[in-house]
């Protein structure tokens, strides 16, 4: 069966591997585009750095990468940069033939500039879900003549935009592609008077209302867009049950 194996990398190279006292936050970007992708057929495999050394790291992506990878896609901030382009030249230096994706907001900002980073081969700017559905169909079909899809950039060419999806249409999160135990842990931001408590972070919302001129909301002009009611409560009850 063809997987798509998605990274959350480390913010920087010192931040150390998990530690019980603290639980991290999900890597709810990847989390977003790995349970978009699996709706529509795809196994999904989910590797956040946060959590290992990086010799496990990189043993997690020697056995989950195989020659029935459509791509490897990587989500990072611009924090998260040198780690992501040391696990790509590490893949690209190790033979792997697996097309390597950025998307996040680094590469939202500064999509031609990313893209010519030698060891990535596609980035995906802007809202990411179907962008990556396109991507992965054309991988697998044999087709990888990308000069019509929209929202990617290639070795410094810009694609036109793709526009905003609804997000009321999209699937609900799965949260089973994560290994939980490690994201329910006790956590600074969960505490009550009597202590820790277990939760989950959900999206109900995207972009944002406000124009602050130091966030990346404002520099790609991006509305904010919730679920309808009725969607969120469906979200909240899914993930209870």
């Excluded at 081969?121 to 991988?139: C, H, M, N, Q, Y």
């Excluded at 919730?226 to 993930?239: G, M, N, S, V």
Aim: with cysteine; net charge neutral.
């Amino acid at each position: 069966m063809y997987n798509i194996v998605l990274i959350n990398p480390r913010l920087s190279s010192s931040r150390l591997p998990y530690n019980e006292k603290y639980a991290p936050r999900e890597p709810l970007s990847i989390l977003a585009i790995g349970s978009f992708l699996q709706s529509f057929g795809y196994k999904i495999v989910i590797i956040d750095t946060n959590l290992y050394h990086e010799d496990e790291v990189k043993e997690r992506l020697i056995s989950c990468v195989t020659d029935k990878t459509i791509f490897i896609g990587f989500s990072l901030m611009t924090a998260q940069v040198p780690h992501a382009m040391e696990l790509s030249k590490y893949l690209k230096g190790i033979g792997t033939k697996t097309p390597i994706v950025w998307g996040g907001i680094h590469p939202t900002l500064f999509p031609e500039q990313t893209s010519l980073d030698p060891y990535l081969d596609l980035v995906v700017f802007g809202p990411g879900e179907s962008t990556t559905l396109e991507i992965a169909r054309k991988i697998v079909s044999g087709d990888l003549d990308f000069n019509k899809t929209k929202g990617i950039a290639c070795k410094g060419k810009l694609h036109e935009p793709r526009e905003r999806e609804d997000i009321n249409t999209f699937s609900h999160f799965d949260y089973d592609l994560l290994d939980l135990k490690y994201y329910l842990g006790p956590s600074p931001h969960y505490l009550l008077s009597e202590g820790p408590i277990i939760a989950l972070n959900l999206l109900s919302s995207r972009g944002c209302p406000w124009r602050c001129s130091f966030c990346i909301n404002y520099a790609i002009k991006n509305q904010w867009r919730a679920l309808t009611p009725d969607r969120f409560l469906d979200e909240l009850e899914y993930q209870k049950n």
